[in-house]
């Protein structure tokens, strides 16, 4: 069955770059785009951006200038970069994928990694 | 972007009550829009998918509907297991966005 399950550093310092890895199961990252969403207490969920199964990206604004996404497909995972992390982005970030047709969105999610930013 | 304006933003219900919750977007989203329960330490789960269409495996006590640009969600005869935080998302157009929440608990 699909299974989604993020693996992040717990708590990053201000100013640097959070990590966050996604390792899938169940599907092909050729087949499917997988998204990022965070949960912050400031601004609730957010949708932060996607790689396409062809392995193009698309970011919010919000983050687009700090924010990159990447995929390894022979170890089945995607990558979340974001630089230049402040206080604010103290949150839970989850990986996320759609279900199998259209207009069937989030329809898998991981349990999510929690990240503290803070020095 | 879409704004989507949700309220409440919590509520108290008695078990067996019926409440509504309603996401209002700010342009057209053509029913574009999914509801998503959240339990505490928990991913989001979704529930309803394009504005009325129960996702597989949720009690029929679940309902979703839509008024022009107001989408709601209905609980008939809630049950214990329904509290927790419930959004709307709307995937019409990129961003997607989601409303603020609904905290729903027992009274």
């Known amino acids: 069955q699909v299974q989604l399950k993020e693996t992040g550093p717990g708590l990053v310092q201000p100013t640097q770059t959070l990590s966050i890895t996604c390792t899938v199961s169940g599907f092909s990252l050729t087949s499917y785009y997988m998204q990022w969403v965070r949960q912050t207490p400031g601004k609730g969920l957010e949708w932060m951006g996607f790689i396409r199964s062809g392995g193009s990206t698309e970011y919010n604004s919000e983050f687009k200038s700090r924010l990159s996404i990447s995929r390894d497909t022979s170890k089945n995972q995607v990558f979340l970069k974001m630089n230049s992390l402040k206080t604010e982005d103290t949150g839970v970030y989850y990986c996320a994928r759609d279900g199998e047709y259209y207009g069937y969105p989030f329809a898998y999610w991981g349990q999510g990694t929690l990240v503290t930013v803070s020095s | 972007d879409i704004q989507m304006t949700q309220s409440p933003s919590s509520i108290s219900v008695s078990l067996g009550d019926r409440f509504t919750i309603t996401c209002r977007a700010s342009q057209d989203i053509g029913n574009y829009l999914s509801w998503y329960q959240q339990k505490p330490e928990k991913s989001p789960k979704l529930m309803i998918y394009?504005?009325?269409n129960l996702e597989d495996g949720v009690p029929s006590r679940f309902s979703g509907s839509r008024s022009g640009s107001d989408y709601s969600l209905t609980i008939n005869s809630l049950e214990s297991e329904d509290t927790g935080i419930y959004f709307c998302?709307?995937?019409?157009?990129?961003?997607?966005?989601f409303g603020g929440g609904t905290k729903l608990e027992l009274k």
């Open positions: 394009r504005a009325t």
């Open positions: 998302l709307q995937h019409k157009q990129y961003p997607r966005t």
